[in-house]
């Protein structure tokens, strides 16, 4: 009658409590066989009984399930007093009763069942013993203690089971991280491998057959082969610069890193933290490389300021000089020691991009990361990077 639990042991315990409680009731006819109204009565209690054990309606702590008992308890104690044999239907009662109601009225329906039993075994005139009242009370300290522990058990069966398929979801959650932070990973790498060897190299090849060109007379047989092999490193190098944008981080892909920025502080902004995003100076194309290095910073300290600083400001400012872009990050956080090991903390949410990470992709470019903070005083991180150089036409991809 429980649907929660469907295991081949907790049926078999419901089929020995159903055929205890009848065979009991069929003891007590066939020691009644004389009294047409005992058999009488014990049929109408095994019928009663099925009906209920049957019903869908009577499921623990319902209202339906309180008032087959108290039907079931009428009838008993009608042919309780009719028979003294009746006095062992009791002891399935116990289970019944602490099963289906609350355990603050299970308890207390077990008590006057218990006490009915003695005083039924009492009024039919049998001699007063301790058995009298050790068999029912004991009959009935059992129940209540196999029925509670095995609701404890139970209760930490579904705990150990609820922990196992949150720790299954969350090893599939890390493992989907883990994918497509190497996807993001992987698509960084080729970006800088393209731009750092292809495109660079493309570059380079073009400025190189522009001089030939323009040293070569314009009618030399060598000028159009010349002008042709430019031609085709220039497009060449177009098609190297589409690569690298293809393969530059989502948040790129649909805008400018001011755009980018922006959105990251819509995101990032909650109840409990307000970011401002801010842009310095005349806004610059800059190459995928230096964009994708100061999102991935940005991403980093915001993350580490969700997590660890409980900051209820945070700032975000691009500025363009003349020769260089820096990216500043603050806020106005809990602060720590960065000379302590806290400076090496990760953030998972931006891909393991931790301070030294930060410095790392900061020093690749050229440029430096710096990190003022105290306990208490809030944090300000700035990375600063050197501005492209360019010679002549466009070399920087």
Request: charged share 20%; aromatic share 4%; net charge negative.
């Amino acid at each position: 009658m429980n649907p929660r639990a469907h295991t081949h042991v907790t049926t078999a315990l419901r089929l020995c409590l159903h055929a205890l409680l009848l065979g009991l009731l069929a003891l007590t006819a066939a020691r009644a066989m004389d009294d047409t109204s005992v058999v009488v009565l014990a049929g109408v209690m095994a019928g009663l009984y099925g009906t209920g054990a049957l019903a869908p309606a009577v499921q623990p702590h319902t209202r339906a399930a309180a008032v087959w008992l108290a039907a079931l308890g009428a009838v008993w104690l009608t042919l309780l007093a009719l028979s003294p044999g009746a006095l062992w239907v009791a002891f399935p009662l116990y289970f019944l009763q602490l099963h289906l109601l609350p355990t603050r009225w299970g308890l207390p329906a077990v008590v006057v069942t218990a006490a009915a039993a003695i005083a039924g075994f009492v009024l039919h005139g049998h001699e007063i013993t301790p058995g009298t009242f050790i068999g029912p009370l004991l009959g009935a300290a059992v129940a209540v203690a196999t029925v509670l522990g095995y609701d404890a058990l139970f209760l930490e069966s579904e705990r150990r089971r609820e922990l196992i398929e949150e720790l299954v979801s969350t090893r599939a959650e890390l493992a989907d991280a883990e994918r497509t932070a190497g996807t993001l990973a992987e698509r960084e790498r080729l970006a800088r491998e393209i731009h750092d060897t292809l495109a660079q190299g493309l570059s380079s090849i073009q400025l190189l057959l522009r001089a030939a060109e323009h040293t070569l007379p314009a009618d030399a047989p060598a000028t159009a082969h010349v002008r042709r092999a430019r031609e085709a490193a220039q497009d060449n190098l177009a098609e190297a610069r589409r690569f690298v944008r293809a393969l530059s981080p989502p948040d790129l892909e649909d805008g400018s890193l001011a755009a980018a920025l922006s959105r990251l502080s819509s995101r990032t902004s909650s109840p409990d933290l307000t970011v401002q995003f801010a842009v310095s100076g005349t806004p610059l194309e800059l190459p995928t490389p230096y964009e994708v290095a100061l999102l991935r910073t940005a991403q980093s300290a915001l993350a580490n300021t969700v997590r660890h600083s409980g900051a209820r400001r945070a700032e975000i400012t691009l500025s363009f000089m003349e020769t260089s872009v820096s990216l500043d990050v603050v806020d106005d956080g809990r602060g720590f020691d960065p000379e302590s090991s806290a400076g090496t903390r990760r953030s998972p949410d931006s891909g393991g991009f931790g301070l030294p990470a930060m410095r790392v992709r900061a020093r690749s470019l050229g440029g430096t990361l710096s990190v003022e903070s105290a306990p208490g005083q809030g944090t300000a991180l700035a990375v600063t990077l050197p501005l492209p150089l360019t010679d002549g036409e466009d070399t920087t991809p």
